[in-house]
């Protein structure tokens, strides 16, 4: 899979559009200028608009970083706002387009659309698609659509209510285990899947929205290429609702409070980053585990704030949350790109060439012995050696060990009477032992396997020498004594 290192980063701040749709039929008999008007500005720029109570003559202005009124379509939201960071999926980056108001806003109707009016996620896999197609080089386009229904997680591409689990991985980022991404190469294939995941996605009918949904949603277009992954996430939030005014009760009354708990962690996380506080309550709900990422982190992101033209309260509550996020900053990291395959060293192979390229060849069959257990063979010079048998070593360790519990009388005589044949089995070698030792290398003596273990006192042997040639002559038989010890335990 992918890791996300990051090759480059650069500051982007969140880009706040403000919506206002268009007077229903129900409410253009009743109302009568909206309570939104552009005061200045252009496209492109900074704009400033005037919200008026028209009941109080109330009016406020706020900042913000584009302009949408009733005249405007949603495919002039598209191609002014969402289509100029597509490109950088295909390089990539991550995006995040999410639209936030009250319930009855036009929030799902800019995201979703209709078949005669498409909204931005049917027209952003449509332009995905056809890049896509205009590569030239190998590109896979997959979608994911989830839920998140009462703080849980929910796939809507799945046949049967599946739960997914919102977990973090070790760099603290949010991993969705058994969220399902299935592959489309055209808009019918698209069309088919995103239906059925309109079709399970909760909604119901409440005292002010016909049909009003239940569920933050969450659209997901993954794109990846031979060399990088990028994605873009089109998230419907659901609305906030007052339920005084839709008079919920019930299952819809447990349903709104979720919904609100959710809107208004949400904003303590934006007031949280514009006053620079050092920890952020992104763990107040799921909602803020998932934008993590587009509010003050490595994601490029735009807020699209949806108001109804004929309520004035809701509308100064949308734009407070809205404008102040026009300060949060996300550092763009570019590039999640697949990690290079490992490829397994064999250590003892090198070692063996550079001993060689050395010289050192003598040192070879050594060296095998240590890091290798496959390759502890007798050496040639060796083959033709007895090998010791651990029945053998295992009877002498016995008698040595029965010999240590005997009872004696005379324990210092004991010792003497067992030292006597060693003594004559060390002769030949104790008379010039500190000349033996020095001239032959340790590591090159060989013995028989049945070869003794011996000792002797060989200050004995030295009864003229002075006490720095008894005390050479005791540590070259302790060389020798560990030497022995070494080649019969190998």
């Excluded at 007077?23 to 200045?40: H, K, Q, R, T």
């Excluded at 706002?81 to 009250?102: K, M, R």
């Excluded at 909204?119 to 590569?135: E, F, K, N, Q, Y």
């Excluded at 590109?139 to 591409?157: A, F, G, K, P, T």
């Amino acid at each position: 899979m992918a890791t996300a290192s990051s090759s480059s980063s650069s500051a982007q701040p969140l880009r706040i559009l403000l919506r206002v749709r268009p007077f229903l039929p129900s409410e253009a008999a009743s109302s009568g200028a909206p309570c939104v008007s552009l005061v200045d500005g252009y496209p492109g720029s900074e704009v400033t608009v005037k919200l008026k109570d028209q009941y109080t003559s109330r009016s406020e202005h706020y900042n913000l970083d584009a302009f949408f009124g009733q005249e405007n379509s949603v495919s002039e939201i598209f191609d002014r706002e969402v289509s100029p960071l597509i490109p950088g999926i295909f390089e990539g980056t991550n995006a995040t387009v999410f639209a936030y108001g009250a319930t009855g806003s036009g929030k799902t109707f800019t995201m979703q659309g209709t078949e005669d009016c498409p909204g931005l996620i049917p027209l952003a896999v449509s332009t995905i698609l056809d890049l896509a197609r205009c590569t030239g080089t190998w590109c896979c386009v997959d979608i994911s659509y989830y839920e998140v229904y009462m703080e849980r997680c929910y796939d809507l591409l799945e046949p049967k209510a599946k739960e997914i689990m919102a977990l973090e991985d070790k760099d603290g980022n949010l991993q969705l285990k058994g969220l399902c991404w299935t592959p489309v190469q055209s808009m019918e294939e698209f069309e088919e899947l995103y239906s059925i995941g309109v079709q399970r996605r909760k909604v119901a009918h409440t005292g002010l929205n016909d049909v009003s949904s239940r569920s933050h949603a969450v659209f997901s277009v993954r794109v990846s290429t031979s060399v990088v992954k990028g994605k873009l996430n089109l998230i419907d939030l659901a609305g906030s609702e007052d339920n005084r005014r839709t008079m919920n009760q019930g299952i819809r009354l447990q349903e709104s409070s979720k919904i609100n708990q959710s809107l208004l962690a949400l904003s303590n996380v934006i007031s949280a980053l514009n006053t620079n506080e050092r920890k952020i309550p992104y763990r107040g709900s799921k909602l803020t585990r998932i934008l993590q990422d587009s509010l003050g982190g490595s994601s490029c992101a735009v807020m699209i704030a949806c108001l109804n033209p004929a309520e004035y309260q809701e509308a100064v509550n949308t734009i407070c949350v809205a404008a102040p996020s026009r300060h949060i900053v996300s550092y763009m990291s570019s590039a999640s790109k697949p990690e290079t395959p490992k490829v397994k060293v064999d250590m003892e192979d090198k070692l063996r060439a550079w001993l060689e390229s050395k010289g050192k060849t003598k040192s070879i069959q050594r060296t095998n012995g240590l890091f290798s257990p496959s390759a502890r063979k007798t050496p040639s010079s060796m083959s033709h050696m007895k090998q010791p048998t651990f029945s053998k070593i295992s009877t002498r360790v016995k008698a040595m060990d029965q010999d240590a519990v005997l009872p004696s009388a005379n324990p210092c005589k004991e010792v003497k009477k067992s030292d006597s044949s060693l003594r004559r089995a060390l002769l030949p070698i104790s008379s010039n032992v500190n000349q033996q030792t020095s001239d032959t290398d340790n590591s090159s003596i060989l013995l028989e396997p049945n070869t003794p273990v011996v000792t002797c006192n060989i200050l004995e042997k030295i009864p003229a020498a002075t006490p720095l040639d008894k005390f050479n002559a005791l540590g070259s038989t302790l060389k020798v004594g560990m030497t022995l010890v070494y080649f019969i335990t190998i």
